[in-house]
């Protein structure tokens, strides 16, 4: 079994891990780099031979930085399957179009305004290129093996995210395991991941692998910050990931004004196309899902669908408390800039990032206390209030992912330690070895190693 780490190695981002078991090539995920431009410039490299010669990609989950590369790997004349859960597949679809429309936007912007470094700046991928990304998008049943060549394949919920699976490949009495992302045990949305299966050789995630979760009420805390906010004649503005984050937070929204913790008819805004879409995908796999179909109606049912750009622009002028919920989450992209332009040089306002922010974002910068952020070419003096609730995060922490490691029957012979910031994959590497006494190392990008 050959392993080539070729994106998720050295960051926590950018999951991109080549498998080659029983002669197939494969592919685990194919993500996006993001955060620290030195690691968004690897997604403008020329894609390598292990990248274009895989003959399938299997995809843990729809995230950016597990599926946002697809449309350019096609772009670039890849002609494989991509393999997924079917609630995978239906979000990736969502996700990667609407990542196409950003990349154009962007570059479009960058022209007309003249803040490109480069004559004329271009899309990573245009909407074209997604289009024929998702025509190649095979969804399969979690639960059950099938086959790419010579390797069976099963995928095993995980938590963390609709649709999301860690990945099993077996091969000639070889296995392998990919963790993918691992969610929680006391997710709002989502049942707690599924027992990690047997394997010879693991892939974990670390993205808290160095530490927990505050054990603080995240809920309570957001009913306070609204209720201050409100107080104050300000708006809180959401910065948050229209997958997975944002239906939790309306859901977390509509228990607050249930029990009279904000003010009952306080306008809630989800300013975000590809939300919106996402919504309606998480009620359609609704029977997947820990909380109610009838809860999870009745708080999308309190909550005002931004739809369109006028709709948009209209909200970034109103002038009465509310609470808008845009993407993306780490204040990358997207709407939640055009909110964040508005509300960030007012005082009365609070800015809440409800999960991780990665290292070199502007979300992770506001976070650290920044006092002005560049948007669309221009700084933006931060005055406004900055809250991190990282306990509405969708990932396991260092304790529960080794809580989710013990429920393996038998020690893996080898555990690479991968989709983490250096510190936090060394940190859950050194507790994996003294803990478990498992053989564990932190692979490097673009390492390749025989196990």
């Known amino acids: 079994m050959d392993l080539h780490f070729l994106g998720a190695a050295d960051s926590v981002t950018g999951s991109r891990h080549r498998v080659d078991l029983g002669g197939q090539r494969l592919l685990l995920d194919c993500g996006l780099f993001q955060g620290f431009k030195v690691l968004r410039e690897r997604n403008w490299q020329t894609p390598p031979a292990a990248l274009l010669d895989a003959e399938a990609v299997v995809l843990s989950h729809a995230h950016m930085d597990h599926s946002g590369y697809l449309p350019a790997l096609v772009k670039h004349g890849w002609k494989g399957r991509i393999y997924a859960s079917p609630a995978t597949c239906a979000l990736a679809e969502v996700l990667l179009l609407d990542s196409a ?19 004329k700046a271009l899309p990573l991928y245009t909407r074209a290129d997604a289009a024929r990304a998702i025509q190649r998008l095979t969804p399969v049943d979690t639960g059950s093996a099938f086959k790419i060549g010579s390797v069976a394949v099963t995928l095993t919920p995980v938590g963390h995210l609709l649709g999301a699976c860690a990945v099993t490949l077996d091969c000639r009495g070889e296995r392998l395991v990919f ?5 929680r045990s006391v997710d709002l949305l989502m049942p707690p991941p599924q027992p990690l299966p047997e394997a010879d050789v693991l892939l974990v995630e670390s993205t808290y692998g160095n530490r927990a979760h505050e054990q603080e009420d995240v809920a309570a805390r957001l009913g306070e910050i609204v209720r201050e906010t409100v107080r104050r004649g300000g708006s809180v503005l959401m910065p948050t990931f229209a997958v997975g984050r944002a239906q939790a937070l309306m859901v977390v929204l509509h228990r607050l004004k249930r029990a009279g913790e904000i003010p009952r008819d306080l306008p809630i805004f989800l300013d975000s196309p590809m939300a919106v879409q996402a919504t309606e995908l998480y009620r359609r796999f609704a029977k997947v899902l820990r909380v109610k179909p009838a809860e999870l109606k009745a708080a999308c049912e309190g909550v005002r669908m931004v739809e369109t750009p006028q709709q948009s622009i209209r909200l970034t002028s109103h002038r009465f408390p509310c609470v808008i919920l845009s993407a993306s989450g780490m204040a990358t992209g997207g ?4 909110h964040l332009k508005a509300m960030a040089p007012s005082p009365q306002h609070h800015v809440v990032f409800p999960g991780f922010q990665v290292g070199g974002s502007r979300g992770a910068r506001m976070v650290a206390g920044a006092t002005e952020v560049k948007i669309h070419g221009e700084y933006v003096p931060v005055r406004c209030e900055v809250s991190h609730l990282e306990g509405f995060s969708g990932h396991a922490d260092s304790d529960e992912l080794m809580d989710w490691l013990r429920t393996t029957p038998k020690a893996p012979r080898q555990t690479f330690v991968v989709h983490g910031e250096p510190d936090a994959a060394d940190a859950l590497r050194v507790r994996i070895r003294d803990e478990l006494g498992w053989a564990a190392r932190v692979p490097q990008h673009g390492e390749q190693v025989s196990v």
Not at 103 to 118: C, L, P, T, V, W
Not at 179 to 183: A, H, I, N, R, T
């Open 335 to 338: 709407r939640v800039l055009h």
């Open 179 to 183: 963790s993918g992302d691992v969610g």
């Open 101 to 119: 429309k950003l990349q154009e936007e962007d570059a479009r912007r960058a022209n007309k305004f003249g803040y490109s470094r480069h004559e």
